[in-house]
């Protein structure tokens, strides 16, 4: 029941964020933007405006990039910089804006403020960063022990019996999206606590997110794992249909660019919806802690 009340008592929460929803789009698209334009620039220098379309019109082809000469090593190093310039800055922003995100969603109805959903972004902006870059890091690590390590051996053995690598992979890959599920609880339960406090105890939170997510471990796991595959089957569609366009007028091409971005702006809404669900989970649980307390006490 505490799973089916979280996730639909966030619904009304999500919707009045969606002006909020619509800043982080906008900021996504600008960040995009300055790493998109200035790649389409130096193609159009290296291949001519018509020509780099009517080699990419069936499809992207990598035998076309051998065209460009010496211009391919140096358009490549700009996108290599200009990518981790965006990621960086991606992961920045992301900090920023689920700090308001958070915060918001504390409330079940009110009026948006745009003025009010910076501010908190600015409030909880230290603290959310810290605990990104945590999970992050720990995150990293374990990919490279669950499935940078096994995989790596078994590749490299001699002795392998034929399709243990894919069967290695398999195993690794289950272990690792669970232990990622638990990661995600545990960030999520300790930024939906760092806005309670007034202060941040960036560290303190991520401790509340590891005993919040094992001590309500039965319904906090389900909920997560409810949440992600909408979340997943969501993409996977996007993924299904986007690539199956190929718009042969002008008009077709802003209509799926349009198309895009309504996806992608849908894909920032199931977002807040996870945050707002493990929000309201963590106050349900702590409501029912509080009578225990009293109860014991007495």
Known sequence: MKIIHSIKSTVLRTIYLWKGALIIWFSSLLLVSMLAIPI?????SGFGKSMITEKLAGGLNFEVFADLGAAFKS???FFSVGLFMAILVGFILNAFFTGGVFERLKESSGKFSAGEFFRASAKNFWSFLVISLIISLIILVLAFLIIGIPLSI???SDSSPEGALFQTG???LSIFSLLLTVLLLVADYARAWQVTMDRNVCFKAIGFGFSQTFKTFLSSFPLMIILLVVQLSFGWLVLKILPGIRPATGAGVFLLFLLSQILFFLK???KIWRYGSVTVLMAVNSQE???EQTKDFR
């Not at 389409?40 to 159009?44: F, R, S, V």
């Open 40 to 44: 389409k620039g130096a193609l159009n």
């Open 289 to 291: 802690k509080a009578p």
């Open 268 to 270: 920032i809404m199931l």
């Open 170 to 172: 398999l195993i690794v």
């Open 154 to 156: 078994v590749g490299q």
């Open 75 to 77: 358009i490549m190093s």
